[in-house]
């Protein structure tokens, strides 16, 4: 009976000490705050928690943003008070083997109706930062078509242009 018993709080034990291991709560609470510092338009606090050179690349084609470009353009949003505010419905962590490369994806309640977020986030000195971050807008694949329709034109100019360079 003590054999059962010491072999069941060792199994318990591994498994705490296990869950423990893992860097997921510290990822969500990162990207969590993240959030929240844009909802609160807290301009140190949201870019605290990116690296100098991270690229955010919005839902506009042509919205890629690395490093200072990022912050210059989101200055004016957070100085007004009101930046963007994303709740996390659904979120995915996955991170490497030597736990200091993490990648994950989110489903958002934005003001775009639901979004999709995906990004990486690596240790720095013992605090996981954000280096990548894609916002994308979701399309029920009922309605693709009609949405490839609406943007066609627009599609087909930026196409013109890109090809240019």
């Not at 991170?95 to 489903?107: G, I, P, R, V």
């Not at 986030?121 to 694949?141: A, D, E, F, M, R």
Request: glycine fraction near 4%; include cysteine; charge should be negative.
């Amino acid at each position: 009976m003590k054999i059962r018993i010491l072999t069941c709080f060792g199994i318990l034990w591994c498994c705490i000490a296990q869950s423990q291991d893992t860097p997921k709560t510290a990822i969500e609470t990162v990207l969590d705050d993240w959030h929240r510092a844009a909802a609160r338009a807290d301009f140190e606090t949201y870019f605290g928690y990116m690296t100098e050179d991270a690229v955010f690349i919005g839902t506009d084609p042509t919205e890629y943003w690395a490093g200072e470009a990022f912050r210059k353009f989101s200055k004016p949003y957070f100085d007004r008070g009101k930046a963007w505010d994303f709740k996390v419905v659904e979120r995915h962590v996955y991170w490497n083997n030597a736990k200091d490369l993490a990648w994950f994806d989110e489903l958002l309640d934005t003001r775009m109706e639901i979004c999709r977020g995906s990004g990486v986030l690596q240790k720095i000195n013992g605090n996981w930062k954000i280096v990548h971050y894609v916002l994308s807008l979701t399309v029920p694949n009922e309605d693709v078509n009609e949405l490839v329709q609406l943007k066609k034109e627009s599609d087909s100019l930026l196409l013109l242009q890109l090809q240019k360079h």
